[in-house]
């Protein structure tokens, strides 16, 4: 592992001498090519029929999806949308995607019509892969959108018009051509690999653009510090749609590891597939934690073979993930710290750097500093500032949104995290507070602006304001504090139902709905949320 340096308070991973895709001139050939060197190796499991796919056979199923894909008219600078739950088709399409170097801009499958207009108008999609629960919602956002020329669906396909199904997709192409195929070597710094949706204080979400360049660098870092995951049988049930779970599927593929999905996480599946699969790594959130620490069904399952767990899109608590070791014995629990806009992590937790608390030392060829929110100025150990980090895997900037790009990263390259944290004397980092409003929501980024601008479309709602309130097995639940037009009379259920009819369900109000004569603001009308913050302190404070 590369040794981690500071100068001037600027802290430094280290150099990674000979990344294994230092000479690739695209993503797609360099999968190809390791699909190749490992094609025996099993590397998808479907958890639920324990079907088995080979580095061999999947070589040649995106080839195939390529082509067909190609002849829809799908090439560099088409973006392609897809909405789905984990399946072998979703890994599919993410490769087949990119041995075109097109552009692949997944979308959360509990989005509204609403959400994915927005998300569509992003990305513009040229084709959308979706899936018998998706497909609906998907065709009467394109009915809006003219630049969606093909929906091709995944499963059983209902009676709607101008709907492909994946059989007859796969057969757009009769005559295959014969050899090997080839990707084109493409500008990999330049070209757009994934876009993928980040939600903002403003509102609705962004674009965040990853290039291949992003990507093969990430490779680069996993691949240094593959160790366990090389030849692990890994459970992957976050979804493939967020950036957590795409990336870790895309690194764990090319990696050779034996990967076993599921589409989403149910209780029996997941400990079922860590028990009959013999698991010996999962990728983890911290609500499955909590499951892991207190649920009284993991008494029924056998979890001996599991070796490590890798924590990652919200912090998980030191006591959390001491429960959990001291109940099934897992050995090596790993926390890590990243965001879209950085492709996959920006610090892990290694051996030698794994304090209780800390989401570990920063990445190798990758920069990073703690600033002074006020002065801007780099801070030494222990002195609280914004985390900012800088290097190869920070994002090409947000799809047409030049401002929001130019507010996030600045123009000497530091990405602006918005969280406020520390590293200690071994270069450990810590992540104490957000500067941003953002509610993490079982690792689902809920902006409070959005959910607000919401409730005001209300006709009994005059104001309303969003916080999050921690809670041990979400992170965090949106709270609404609501002002009434007058005395109409309004109940908190039909408030929440207003929202759960409009949002996905990380958005809905699960932390409930407070009436109030007033919404605090500063004299610039932005919305004192610190103050409800403690005003909910107080009452449970009250309640002791």
Known sequence: ????????????????????????????????????????????????????????????????????????GVKEGVSV???CENRLEFACTMYGVMLLNATLAPCNVTYT??????????????????????VKKVAKVAEKNSFIKHIVCFGEVPP?????????????????????????PTNVRENVLLILCSSGTTGLPKGVQLTQNNVLRTADGQFESRGILQEATVLSVIPWFHAYGCLTLMMLTAIGARVVFLPKFQEHHFLNCIQQFQVDAAFMVPPLMVFLAKHPMIDNYDLSSLKILMCGAASLSKETANAVQERIGVPLIRQGYGLSEATLSLTVQSDGHDTPGSVGTVRADTYAKVIDTETGKPLGPNQRGELCFKGDVIMKGYVGDKKATEQTIDSDGWLHTGDIGYYDEEF???????????????GFQVPPAEIEALLLTHPKIKDAAVIGIPDEASGELPMAFVVKHGTDNLTQKEVMDFISERASPAKRLHGGVRFIDEIPKNPTGKILRRVLRDMVKNEIKSKL
């Open 1 to 72: 592992m590369s040794q981690v340096t500071a100068i001037n308070n600027i802290l430094y991973g280290g150099k990674i001498e000979d990344g294994i895709t230092k000479d690739a001139k695209s993503m797609g050939q360099f999968v190809l090519d390791r699909f190749k060197e490992i094609e025996n190796h099993v590397i998808l499991v479907d958890g639920l029929n324990g079907t088995e796919v080979t580095a061999k056979q999947f070589r040649a199923m995106i080839i195939d999806f390529a082509i067909n894909l190609r002849a829809l």
């Open 81 to 83: 949308g897809i909405c």
């Open 113 to 134: 019509e609403r959400e994915l207009h927005h998300a569509f108008s992003l990305s513009k999609p040229k084709v959308i892969f979706a899936s018998t629960a998706t």
């Open 160 to 184: 709607l018009k101008h709907i492909i199904p994946y059989s007859k997709f796969l057969k757009t192409v009769k005559d295959k051509p014969k050899g090997d195929f080839k990707v084109k």
């Open 428 to 442: 450990n980092f810590f992540v104490v507070d957000r500067i941003k409003e953002l509610i993490k929501y079982k």
